[in-house]
Every structure is written in C-alpha cells, then in structure tokens.
C-alpha cells in the first residue's frame, strides 16, 4: 500500500499487506480476545475506553499529521478530528451503562422478565478514507464498550492512520485481539466477511460498496450497518438570516475539501433571497484559502487522490455541457497536488451529475424555487437521504418543514453533522442503520430476553 501525499503527488511511505496468515492470525486473535473481553466488567470497558480519550488528547498532533499527510485534510481540521474522537470515547465511557442497562417487562407473580443486551461477538469494519479518524471511532467507541471485539478495514490510502487507531487503543490498555487493523484491499474484504468468526459489519462508503457488503452478509445471515453517500439539500427560506446561511453554508459545503457524505451540496433558495444569496455565498466562497493543508491558515487543501479529482472534475465539465453555469471555480488549479477550487454551479438542469449524483468534493449546485413547497419538493428529490439543513427565523415553520424531509437527521438554523449525543444514520440510498447515542451502542448487541420463574 503506498501512501501519496495528494498536496505533493509524493509517495512518502508504503506498508505491507497483510498475508493470508496473517489475517488468519488476527481472526482467531479476534476470536480468543471476545470471549474473556465479553465478561469483563462494563464499568472497566467504560474505564478503558476513557483512557483511549486522554491518548487521542495526549498525541493529537501527531495522528492529525498523519491523516493530513495520507489525505491532504487542513491540518486544523485534522486536529479537531481527533478532538472529536476523544469526545465520543468520553461520551461511551459515561453512558454506557446507561444505555445498555436492563430493561425490565411486566410479567406474571412471581416472575422477573428483562431484555438484556450482549455482545455479537467479532464486527468487521470497512472503513473510507475522509475522516480516517472519526469514521472510525464512531463504531468502535460504542462496540468495544458494549464487549464486541473489532476488526478494521481501512480504506487503503490511509494505512497509517489505520494503524494510529490501533496503537490508540494498545496505549489505552485494551487486551490484544479487541481492535486489530487488517491491512488487506478491497478483494479480499469479502473472505474476511463469510469467515464464521466475523458476526456482523458495518460500512460507511459507496452505494457500490454497501451492496456488496450487505448482499455477502445477507447470504450468511449476518447483521450490516451501513452509512453511504448523501446530496443533502440546504434549504434557505424567504425570512432565513442570510449572513448566517452564507456564512454556515460556505463551512458546509467546502469543509474537509468538500469530501464529506453529508456536505450540504444542494442549495435551494427561495426566490425573494436568491440574488443576495448567491451574491453573498460566491464572495465568501471565493475568500476560501486553497493551499498546503499544514499551514493553519488553510481552508481547503487538495482532494484526496489526483483520480478523485479527475472524476470531480469530469462531473462539472458534464454538468456544464447540460447547461449549468460556473459562476467560480469549475477548473483544476494549475499547481502540483490534487487541488480543486471551491466551486458554484448554478442553471443546474435536471439529471445532470451535479444534480442527480453525489460530488464528492468542493463543488455546490443552487438552485432557485418560488415557494416553500417547491423547496421541499426539491431537496426530497434525490435518491440520497442522509442530511437537510433548513433556514427560517420561524423555527416553527423550520421544524414543521424537518418532518417533511426524507433524511435521517434535518438540521434547522445549522449545519448537518454528527454528533454522539444524538443517532446518526440515512434512508435511501444513503444506507440503514444507525450509529452513535443509544441507537448505535445497540445495533450489534443480542437483544436478549431472560424470563426467571
């Protein structure tokens, strides 16, 4: 696996796959690991999973580096990446008792009958590349603490951060075999997935990916989550504060150099605010700093590979031969690294890429509507349900148009993003399940009834 460093084109390092030994190893490593981890007090998992916290906290600078050098993300944005991390070990450490407590029936004198939430066994998780980091600990945090054991699957570009990840939890003092990195391509994911000792996995990726994963998992009767892409609509209403909408959309959509599932990239904008809008949202989009993402100024460093780009890029060039408009950006920046400039398209027509697929990267489509209804017309009409973001002054009218949107989580007055105190999932084809709170700490547990007479 080389690691090219898409500010540079560099390969600065290149690491082993794992052999067919190896990744046997680690199976059996998995399978020995849950069946003392399992037993062992939740209150001493919770324990340790705060410590993996104070060791994110404790190396920050050094595993946001890491993932700024594999994926080209700002390095302030890499370093708040890992914060976050820190945050959902803490978040798992002090409610996960709570969450998986008993919960007890009405039931006959004389008879105790409870629903009691145990371990799956080992989860395979198939991870991307975007937020190496976080994807990451937003499974492992929940199905570690709940006494499942993992096995990662990272996305190849990033094995350095794989094996951060690893050496967090090592650090932690969490028992060898509970999280192991398999450092494997995407052919061999398959075999690791019928293997009996793999019980359930999760996904966060590409429609193309959750299909595989989810059809080999159906065909063995094993449990998915899955997190796939999002075209999330950012709804700007007639009575929106436009400042705020400008200013929160602009973050939105050019955030991690727009590689984000749940980026806002459908802009719609009631008529009576469209001008000032767009006026608005083109100037602070041009303000974006495009450049080295280890300076601390940058706003928007390089996409994540050169082949990533090329296909952003081809995706914009179609749109605008549909008839979109480029009213900035829309072209390569002419300099080493795989740098794409924040971009605006408006005249999207109907079907075009920018309209009907997921752009992965800095590229935001708006559009114009005449009424409330249109606007909700619009942002349903896409085969992605993962995030909206809605902006009224009347919260009211903003909640009232949040039930009306096929999404998992819809957003008024912010922006879309996750969070562990609340769940986090799509519909669609943004994918099932969800993770994070209480929801995630249960995807993969047996939800066990024990009936005592």
Same mark, same amino acid.
């Given at each position: 696996m080389d690691v090219v460093n898409p500010a540079t084109g560099e390969t600065v390092e290149t690491y082993e796959t794992d052999s067919s030994a190896e990744v046997e190893a680690k199976l059996d490593r998995a399978t020995d690991a849950f069946e003392t981890w399992r037993d062992r007090p939740l209150r001493e998992r919770e324990e340790l999973l705060a410590r993996a916290g104070e060791v994110l906290r404790e190396n920050k600078h050094e595993y946001a580096e890491t993932m700024t050098e594999e994926m080209g993300k700002p390095i302030s944005q890499s370093t708040g990446e /890992? =914060?976050? &991390? +820190?945050? /959902? &070990? $803490? #978040? !798992?450490? =002090? #409610? +996960?008792? +709570? !969450?998986l407590e008993p919960d007890g029936h009405p039931s006959p004198p004389g008879t105790r009958v409870k629903t009691v939430y145990d371990p799956l066994g080992p989860v395979l998780a198939v991870m991307p590349w975007n937020f190496p980091l976080w994807q990451v600990f937003r499974f492992a945090a929940p199905y570690l603490v709940a006494g499942n054991v993992g096995l990662l699957k990272h996305a190849s570009n990033v094995p350095g951060s794989a094996l951060a990840i690893e050496e967090v939890f090592r650090e932690a003092g969490f028992p060898e075999g509970v999280f192991q990195? @398999? @450092?494997i391509p995407s052919s061999a994911? =398959? $075999? /690791? @997935?019928? $293997?009996?000792? /793999?019980?359930? +996995?999760t996904l966060t990726g590409s429609g193309p990916a959750g299909r595989a994963v989810a059809s080999t998992a159906g065909d063995n009767l094993k449990k998915t989550v899955l997190e796939l892409g999002g075209s999330d609509p950012f709804v700007v209403l007639d009575d929106a504060d436009i400042e705020a909408a400008v200013e929160t959309g602009t973050w939105a959509r050019n955030l991690n150099g727009g590689q984000s599932c749940i980026a806002a990239k459908r802009f719609i904008v009631h008529t009576d605010v469209y001008d000032a809008f767009v006026d608005r949202f083109v100037s602070e989009v041009e303000s974006l700093t495009v450049g080295d993402p280890t300076n601390g100024d940058t706003d928007v460093g390089p996409q994540a590979r050169e082949g990533l780009m090329a296909e952003l890029h081809e995706q914009v060039e179609a749109s605008v031969e549909a008839g979109a408009t480029v009213l900035t950006g829309g072209e390569p920046l002419d300099r080493d690294g795989a740098f794409y400039p924040p971009t605006v398209l408006a005249d999207v027509p109907e079907g075009c890429p920018a309209d009907a697929e997921e752009t992965f990267g800095p590229v935001a489509s708006v559009y114009e509507v005449d009424d409330e209804a249109a606007a909700i017309e619009k942002a349903n009409d896409t085969e992605f349900g993962l995030g909206a973001s809605v902006w009224t002054e009347d919260r009211h009218r903003g909640e009232a148009i949040a039930r009306r949107i096929d999404a998992g989580c819809v957003y008024v007055n912010e922006l879309v993003k996750s969070d562990p105190r609340v769940p986090f999932g799509g519909i669609k084809e943004s994918g099932y399940g969800r993770e994070l709170s209480e929801p995630g700490i249960k995807e993969f547990v047996n939800r066990k009834t024990v009936w005592v007479n």
């Open positions: /890992v =914060e976050k &991390c +820190a945050w /959902v &070990c $803490d #978040h !798992y450490a =002090e #409610h +996960a008792s +709570a !969450y990195t @398999l @450092l994911v =398959e $075999d /690791v @997935l019928v $293997d009996h000792r /793999v019980r359930a +996995a």
